[in-house]
């Protein structure tokens, strides 16, 4: 299987995003309770179908281009594949000193922000992006090459992996997180996600209280016809709730009320991402399930803290 990647990541980016769309199409028609989630969430999220219909060929491609992504080289560049927009909110806050935790819906071309981070700041403060090793041996391999270039360093969904960031952190570098991702049962929130309750993690903003690192919503949009991709910076437009400067948040009826507080400031910024780029997202991701058991207690971070 990793040698048909490897082959397969040989192929032209157009025609593996070419490819994609139809496969997105397939895995839409096969499935009903996919399709049927697809719509529940758009719908959820205040869209007409149409607004959001081409998100199920953007599935597809964002499945397509992996190999390629994955099994680029280390010395190889996105030259001008890559367009940057706000990036002079990522320069200020490299500059600041204090660290930076980008934070990104799974949206677009979200595996491409870290390797383009690398290299257009990778120089300034390497990022450190979060990863739950993959379960099959040969993917787990793939992505792990796919992670190991200059300027990008990996932290392992586990306690340790915690503490490895807040270093980062402390010590002026990059983070890179999903927190639109569902966390282990005891590592999130309920929080409102376009209205309603789901589950989120708290790991996000909690690196921000506990070390006054900056935070960025951060998202990356595919360009049709493999012309590339353009990465936005939408700078938040409210303080974190629990740092110095945002608003007091009532506990004497929630001990969780800050976590809960934060959780959806982080969640609001997700949608406006979201909102920006409805064709790009991935609907059918199980947003509002219930959380998992922890895999491994004995090394995985408490609660308020999300790998």
Not at 83 to 101: F, I, P, S, T
């Amino acid at each position: 299987m990793s040698t048909l990647f490897r082959l397969t990541a040989r192929l032209p980016l157009g025609f593996l995003q070419r490819m994609g769309g139809p496969l997105g199409w397939l895995a839409y028609w096969a499935s009903p309770s996919y399709r049927r989630r697809m719509h529940d969430h758009v719908a959820q999220a205040g869209l007409a179908w149409p607004q959001a219909r081409a998100a199920v060929a953007s599935t597809g491609r964002m499945m397509a281009e992996l190999p390629w992504l994955w099994s680029r080289p280390p010395e190889a560049r996105f030259g001008a594949l890559v367009q940057w927009q706000g990036e002079a909110h990522v320069e200020a806050a490299l500059a600041a000193g204090r660290g930076l935790v980008l934070m990104t819906p799974h949206a677009g071309a979200f595996e491409v922000i870290a390797q383009a981070y690398a290299e257009r700041f990778g120089h300034v403060q390497p990022m450190t992006a979060l990863y739950r090793p993959a379960r099959k041996a040969w993917l787990r391999d793939l992505v792990a090459g796919s992670r190991n270039r200059p300027g990008l360093l990996t932290a392992p969904a586990t306690l340790s992996g915690v503490r490895q960031m807040i270093r980062a952190l402390r010590n002026g570098g990059t983070i890179g997180l999903l927190p639109d991702q569902v966390p282990p049962e005891g590592m999130g929130v309920w929080a409102p996600f376009f209205g309603r309750p789901a589950y989120t993690m708290t790991l996000a903003a909690r690196l921000v209280q506990q070390t006054g690192a900056a935070w960025l919503p951060v998202v990356c949009e595919r360009l049709p016809d493999a012309r590339g991709y353009v990465i936005r910076v939408d700078p938040p437009t409210e303080p974190m709730p629990g740092t110095p400067g945002a608003p007091p948040v009532d506990t004497s009826t929630d001990p969780n009320a800050v976590a809960i507080a934060a959780a959806t400031l982080v969640n609001r910024a997700m949608e406006r991402l979201i909102l920006g780029l409805p064709g790009q997202y991935l609907w059918g991701y199980h947003r509002y399930k219930n959380p998992r058991q922890a895999e491994a207690a004995s090394d995985a971070p408490q609660a308020g803290g999300n790998p």
